[in-house]
């Protein structure tokens, strides 16, 4: 595609269900990145991949949160056990490589949790 | 704790007049780069700055970086409705080595421009 895919666009989910987050990069991008944005915040850290190195997976908040990136192409942020303070806006980004390359933003899935 | 921190938090001025945007970071930097964002939108990259360098500019966009102050700016000239949206400023960390390919970003600054 022409750019950074992410779906769902919303999701709302009650307190304590599973949800999955997809991130469909630019295609030949090797890094991948997911952020968190809550309201009026900046942009939280919880992971990157770069090609077939192991993730830095050192922003995850807790253990509920998790993700896998198949095939060096599509990513999934899973949380489970969801929580009120889940609820934010969740961006990835992809970009040609690490370091001195810009990245390129989806719009988002913007979480609710109830 | 975030690498980033835009100044102002917001900025409203009027068409036609020019908007300053200032970061500071905290460590060492291979680069600094400038995102904006639309609301409800993902981040849209402006323009990247090496270290090396001091001053850059890209259209209407002039962006200066101090690394003895550990500073940037980011300077709209002759603004417009159009250029409202949040700005943010976001680093790399040239120093953390596990940690490098991760860009650290500021809360940004909200610039509102009134036609």
């Known amino acids: 595609g022409a750019g950074v895919s992410q779906s769902p666009s919303n999701k709302v989910t009650e307190k304590g269900k599973d949800v999955e987050l997809r991130c469909d990069p630019i295609?030949?991008?090797?890094?991948l990145y997911w952020y968190r944005q809550s309201l009026g915040q900046g942009l939280e850290f919880l992971i990157y991949f770069q090609g077939n190195s192991a993730p830095d997976k050192s922003g995850l908040p807790s253990d509920r949160f998790s993700a896998e990136r198949t095939g060096g192409s599509v990513s999934t942020l899973t949380i489970q056990r969801t929580q009120q303070e889940d609820s934010a806006v969740y961006l990835c980004?992809?970009?040609?490589?690490?370091?001195?390359?810009?990245?390129?933003f989806g719009n988002g899935t913007r979480l609710t949790v109830t | 704790s975030q690498q980033g921190e835009e100044d102002p938090q917001a900025l409203s001025i009027q068409e036609g007049e020019n908007a300053t945007m200032n970061c500071s970071y905290k460590t060492s930097i291979n680069n600094l780069q400038w995102y904006r964002q639309n609301s409800g939108r993902g981040l849209v990259h402006l323009i990247l700055?090496?270290?090396?360098?001091r001053e850059k500019h890209s259209g209407r966009l002039r962006v200066t970086l101090d690394t003895s102050k550990k500073s940037s700016s980011l300077l709209i000239t002759a603004s417009r409705a159009a250029d409202t949206a949040s700005y943010f400023c976001a680093t790399d960390a040239s120093d953390r080595g596990s940690t490098l390919g991760r860009l650290y970003f500021g809360r940004g600054t909200q610039l509102t421009v009134w036609p």
């Open positions: 700055i090496r270290s090396n360098e």
């Open positions: 295609s030949g991008h090797t890094a």
């Open positions: 980004a992809s970009s040609l490589i690490q370091g001195n390359s810009p990245l390129h």
